[in-house]
Structures are given as structure tokens and as C-alpha cells.
């Protein structure tokens, strides 16, 4: 893997983040493997929005800090459980989009067979059962969804995507919270009109 071009699209999913509203602050996290027991991720305490290539850290699959000035943030460690639960995960984003992380809070997940789009990148997309962030409690929910899922909602925190590279997985992020704005819309507007199993089946 190209650890420079991997770094530049950590900084490019970090400003699309902050840019599209997805996280506020120093929220959020995001990481892309570069080895088998090696990761890339995100400092703790800094914008992602503003984020230099100098501020990211190496980290080790048990989420042990090997290289970099600062911090790796305190959610690393449920990336590095994405990681070890499936190989083929390349990248992870954590994010708090505003319409996707208000159905988690309502405890609604986004499981309704509406946009192809949305059928065919993502499935549906559970919620996994609160974990106080920073530890490994967060991890334990998702277990019962990584094997099956590339998009989660954290109940009553916020999104986790993960992807073949840190652009396939933010565009998940994005897809999420798109479907997410629509369904509200459309609930909104009295009714949610779902594709029947041939309709879904077809698009399979």
C-alpha cells in the first residue's frame, strides 16, 4: 500500500468530514491499515478539518502508538477490533452525521429497502448497543454486525464505516447520511414507499 497517498486521503476524508458537517470540533477518528500488524490513524484532540500529514500517528494492532508526534485518538481501539474481526478491511471511519446519528438516538436503524444505491453499496444498516467511547466497551456491540455489515450506526453516539480504502470507506459515511436525510424526509412527509423482495432481489 502507498503509505504517502494513504496519508493524503486520511487528511482528504478528514476535511470532506469537517467540511460536510459530519463531525464538529475534534470529532471523530479515522484509520487505514498499511500492514498486517501496522495502521495509520488519526491524533486525538485535533480538528479533523486541519489535520497535516506530521499529526498522524502508526499505531500497532493492539492500538500501541509506534510512531508520530501526538496521540492516536482514544477510539483507535475499535479500529484495531475492525480490523483483526475482518482482513479484508482496508479502512475505518468514525463520524457523528447529524441526520444518520439522530436515527441512532431514536433507535431507529436504517434497514428500510428504499434507494438502490443504498441497497447495493450498503445493505442495510443496524445499530449496534451503546459502548462508552474510548474503550473496549464500544467494540463489543458492532461484533454481532462486522462479520455482515460495512456500515453501522452507534446508538446514541454516532457512525463507523469501513471500506476497501479510506475513499470507499468515507463514501460510505456519505452514502449513509444521505439515505438518512431522505428517509427522514420522507417520513416526514407521511410515508416511506420500501421495494418489495423481487424489487430488491433484482437489484442483488
Avoid at 15 to 35: C, F, M, Q, T
Avoid at 65 to 92: N, Q, T, W
Avoid at 116 to 126: M, Q, W
Wanted: glycine share 10%; charged share 20%.
Amino acid at each position: 500500500m502507498n503509505r504517502h497517498q494513504t496519508k493524503q486521503d486520511i487528511l482528504d476524508a478528514g476535511r470532506r468530514l469537517y467540511d460536510k458537517g459530519y463531525v464538529v470540533s475534534n470529532d471523530g477518528n479515522i484509520s487505514a491499515r498499511i500492514s498486517d500488524d501496522r495502521i495509520i490513524a488519526t491524533p486525538t484532540g485535533l480538528c479533523k478539518g486541519t489535520l497535516s500529514v506530521e499529526d498522524l500517528c502508526v499505531c500497532d494492532m493492539d492500538g500501541n502508538k509506534v510512531s508520530g508526534a501526538l496521540r492516536p485518538s482514544s477510539e483507535v481501539g475499535m479500529h484495531c477490533f475492525l480490523y483483526k474481526e475482518r482482513p479484508d478491511i482496508k479502512a475505518v471511519v468514525h463520524a457523528h452525521p447529524p441526520t444518520a446519528t439522530g436515527f441512532s438516538v431514536a433507535g431507529i436503524p436504517l434497514t428500510e429497502c428504499v434507494l438502490p444505491e443504498v441497497v447495493i453499496t450498503l445493505g442495510s444498516i443496524p445499530i449496534a448497543g451503546y459502548g462508552t467511547p474510548g474503550g473496549s466497551e464500544i467494540s463489543e456491540p458492532i461484533k454481532q454486525y462486522v462479520k455482515d455489515y460495512d456500515a453501522y450506526l452507534l446508538e446514541n453516539h454516532g457512525a463507523t464505516t469501513v471500506g476497501s480504502s479510506v475513499m470507499n470507506a468515507y463514501f460510505k459515511m456519505e452514502t449513509m447520511e444521505h439515505f438518512a436525510r431522505i428517509l427522514l424526509v420522507a417520513r416526514q412527509l407521511g410515508g416511506v414507499n420500501v421495494l418489495d423482495a423481487e424489487q430488491v432481489r433484482k437489484l442483488v
